[in-house]
């Protein structure tokens, strides 16, 4: 390490450590601002724009280990516990989005990684806006989270096969291409499973894999160690290393059921610095005079206004799977940041060369303005449709002691002269007649 790249990790430490405490002054979620730091930290420092092989390898490691965690994030107990007709709701509502964004797509003829990013779906802002406003657990919440674990296994399967086709053209070289996939996920696969049935037949051995305290996290050095398996196996099959990191952590998911411990840990160490920093140096791919160039701007405005038509136009969808009309809105606004796929998938366009520097920077600056507009005018609308359900009930009896005031008091008044005592006379006075 050089002492150009030491400086550089200084300054993404410092970021790292420092956007979240601003994000949560501000409102604003922190993997859009930490790739904002990152696009100030390349236009404002000279030499930026080159971190070294130290940080790009850090950064390369983040990335494996965000897909890893995305694929863990799929909760399969929640999608049995759905039950197959609600499941295949949300399945149909996911799909039926990414279907209307193809459409709209050859409406207007636009190329195929630009409709990828119109029907991207993603769980990773979603999860962390319904887990801050205690939503997770509700049906509402549940119903969204499914939607979008669902859209997301799908859109890494699409770019993917994009990424193959691309490659390899339609023929033998892509249907090999997609056998060895297959053959590298179910070999891990029948691996965990034979893992897990071994660890719950005799538990001992393997109990320190998924122990809260252990002093050399066993459990934590067998997860990297499977992911960076199937990310380095990927590369030797000439695989996308997308598809084969989301579905480790996916298998991961599937065959440890319930063993939340381990996730925890790999998202603390994740979220803690790799993450962050993979983020950082995302942003340092975006120059302000990238947008400049061309027709960037009309590109990003017309990217967000589409995300957003999309999701508008699937709003009947999201009320088939189970959400109620005035639930839809907020929930296709939280399903407009897919920040961590919109990455990956203009990292794609990167490899293949269908993305330039200045529509690279156009596609990151629609993935940030989209993960903060978005979320934050849907964290709005379920708060005031929150407020409104708290107040309800203080608004109908109000309403309805309006409505008795009349009765009430008509009732009263009768009470009180049912009640009321009569004069009594006390002298020969009070009967005579007045004189005349």
């Known amino acids: 390490m050089n002492d150009r790249q030491a400086l550089m990790l200084l300054v993404l430490t410092a970021g790292a450590f420092l956007v979240p405490l601003v994000s949560e002054r501000i409102g604003w979620f922190t993997a859009p601002c930490e790739m904002l730091y990152g696009i100030l930290v390349v236009n404002l420092l000279p030499g930026a724009d080159h971190p070294g092989v130290f940080i790009t390898t850090l950064a390369q490691f983040g990335f494996l280990l965000l897909l890893f965690l995305a694929g863990l994030e799929i909760d399969f107990t929640l999608l049995e516990r759905r039950g197959p007709l609600l499941l295949a709701r949300s399945g149909l509502a996911a799909l039926g989005l990414q279907a209307i964004a193809f459409l709209l797509g050859v409406l207007f003829r636009l190329p195929p990684i630009y409709i990828l990013l119109l029907g991207a779906l993603s769980i990773s802002l979603l999860l962390v806006v319904l887990k801050q406003m205690n939503l997770a657990q509700t049906p509402f919440g549940q119903t969204l989270l499914v939607i979008g674990a669902i859209g997301e296994f799908f859109t890494i399967l699409e770019v993917t096969g994009y990424d193959l086709v691309s490659r390899y053209g339609v023929g033998w070289p892509l249907a090999l291409a997609i056998l060895k996939l297959l053959a590298l996920l179910l070999a891990g696969y029948v691996m965990l499973r034979w893992l897990n049935r071994a660890a719950g037949e005799n538990p001992g051995p393997f109990r320190r894999l998924f122990a809260l305290r252990d002093e050399t996290e066993l459990g934590v050095r067998a997860a990297l160690a499977f992911m960076l398996a199937f990310a380095g196996i ?149 708060r005031r449709e929150q407020e409104a359900r708290a107040t309800a009930p203080r608004r109908l009896r109000r309403y309805t002691l309006r409505l008795r005031a009349p009765a009430l008091a008509h009732m009263r008044l009768r009470q009180a002269l049912a009640y009321a005592p009569m004069p009594v006379p006390h002298a020969e006075s009070d009967l005579a007649p007045p004189q005349g």
């Not at 480790?248 to 998202?267: D, E, H, M, P």
């Not at 160039?293 to 088939?320: C, F, N, S």
């Open 234 to 382: 990927a590369v030797l099959l000439h695989v996308e290393q997308i598809l084969a990191t989301f579905i480790a952590g996916a298998v991961c998911s599937f065959a440890f059921r319930g063993q939340n411990t381990l996730t925890k840990k790999l998202t603390t160490m994740g979220q803690g610095f790799f993450v962050p920093i993979f983020f950082i140096t995302v942003g340092m791919g975006l120059r302000f005079t990238d947008l400049l160039r061309g027709d960037a701007i009309k590109l990003v405005l017309g990217l967000l206004i589409a995300m957003l038509l999309v999701r508008l136009v699937a709003l009947p969808l999201l009320a088939l799977a189970g959400l109620s009309w005035r639930a839809s809105l907020p929930a296709a606004l939280l399903l407009g940041a897919p920040l961590t796929l919109m990455v990956a998938i203009a990292q794609v366009g990167i490899n293949l060369g269908q993305l330039q520097a200045s529509t690279h920077g156009a596609v990151l600056c629609v993935a940030i303005l989209s993960a903060v507009l978005y979320p934050l005018f849907g964290r709005a609308l379920l």
